[in-house]
Nanobody, 127 residues
Framework: QVQLVESGGGLVQAGGSLRLSCAAS????????MGWFRQAPGKEREFVAS????????YYAASVKGRFTISRDNAKNTVFLQMNSLKPEDTAVYYC????????????????????WGQGTQVTVSS
């Protein structure tokens, strides 16, 4: 049973930075695409970034591209999200997620393709 635990959220002023971490249990971490999603009050959960099981290929939502960086350390079963130049509209609960199946050939960004989720960490950006 996979378990994902996020950390690193907090309160930061606009223009500041935060680094989120997601620690995963299990022994098949390296075989799965990992993703970050976020959800603000009154809004649907949205894709932020993902990183593939193969050769660490990455993909970003247009709203964060150039500001956020996703990375992973397979030896430590950990995925990271470095967030720079934060904006008030980045305020949300951020969730770490694992793809529902291993060895996916195409890097997915769809919420429905991720079957395991962490409990989330709050990120608040003040103006």
């Amino acid at each position: 049973q996979v378990q994902l635990v996020e950390s690193g959220g907090g309160l930061v002023q606009a223009g500041g930075s935060l680094r989120l971490s997601c620690a995963a249990s299990g022994r098949t971490f390296s075989s799965y695409t990992m993703g970050w999603f976020r959800q603000a009050p009154g809004k649907e959960r949205e894709f932020v970034a993902s990183i593939s099981w193969s050769r660490a290929t990455t993909y970003y939502a247009a709203s964060v591209k150039g500001r956020f960086t996703i990375s992973r350390d397979n030896a430590k079963n950990t995925v990271f999200l470095q967030m720079n130049s934060l904006k008030p509209e980045d305020t949300a609960v951020y969730y770490c997620a694992r793809d529902s199946r291993p060895f996916r050939g195409v890097l997915t960004t769809e919420t429905r393709d991720f079957g395991s989720w962490g409990q989330g960490t709050q990120v608040t950006v003040s103006s």
